[in-house]
């Protein structure tokens, strides 16, 4: 059983293009996040939301949008698609507390 | 905004070597959290450390945290291929539960 699970694996999409990316834990966590890891591995946080509430937003242009159905799942909106898009992106979860934060495999998104 | 600059950012052995990696941090962690990433996953917790001075082991690895908790190391003894990753300090963030990532330092180790 994956405890945090991230679909697509890959996505190659045009420019200008819309596209989503799901993630769903089995862990009963209350907060998720996602991340994006650029060329040089540097793994920068974009959103967490904590009990379905947005509580962290690091200057993320306004064309993602996240968005939690309910507290195990945290989709990802990516619109007009961007060549600098491309990168890794990564769903995490973890427990408010506990500080254990537990990753999925990632999502690598290229934009062509 | 904390920044959590790691040393070296690339490092590439033989097997059987010994090495340490640095963190450093602008300003006092709270605590600090050392991650492994193998190629094509997500980042895997190895350790938390809390109370400046404090030295945890994990097999071969051994996770310093600075008195003064602004620093912290890792280092590794005997070095396997299979330790071969990107390793990443992070700050899990107080009360925020916001969890930092450092820089990151990639290591190969050569069979």
């Known amino acids: 059983d994956t405890a945090v699970s991230q679909t697509p694996k890959y996505l190659v999409t045009q420019m200008g293009n819309d596209k989503s990316i799901k993630c769903e834990q089995n862990?009963?966590?209350?907060?998720m996040y996602w991340y994006k890891q650029d060329s040089k591995k540097f793994l920068k946080i974009m959103f967490s939301?904590?009990?379905?509430?947005?509580?962290i937003n690091e200057t993320v242009p306004n064309r993602f949008s996240p968005k939690s159905p309910d507290k195990a799942h945290l989709n990802l909106h990516i619109n007009s698609l961007e060549l600098g898009d491309s990168a890794v992106y990564f769903c995490a979860s973890s427990q408010v507390g506990r500080r254990i934060a537990f990753f999925g495999q990632g999502t690598r998104l290229t934009v062509v | 905004t904390q920044l959590l600059e790691q040393s070296p950012q690339f490092l590439s052995i033989q097997e059987g070597e010994n090495l340490t990696v640095y963190c450093n941090s602008s300003s006092v962690f709270s605590s600090l959290q050392w991650y492994r990433q193998e190629p094509g996953e997500g980042p895997v917790l190895l350790v938390t450390?809390?109370?400046?001075?404090e030295v945890k082991k994990l097999k071969r690895l051994t996770f310093q945290f600075g008195d003064a908790r602004k620093d912290s190391s890792l280092h590794i003894t005997a070095a396997q291929p299979g330790d071969t990753g990107l390793y990443l300090c992070?700050?899990?963030?107080?009360?925020?539960?916001?969890?930092?990532f450092g820089t990151g330092t990639l290591l190969a180790v050569q069979p």
């Open positions: 862990l009963g966590h209350d907060t």
């Open positions: 450390v809390v109370t400046g001075g």
């Open positions: 939301y904590n009990n379905k509430e947005l509580i």
């Open positions: 992070a700050d899990p963030g107080g009360a925020t539960n916001k969890l930092i």
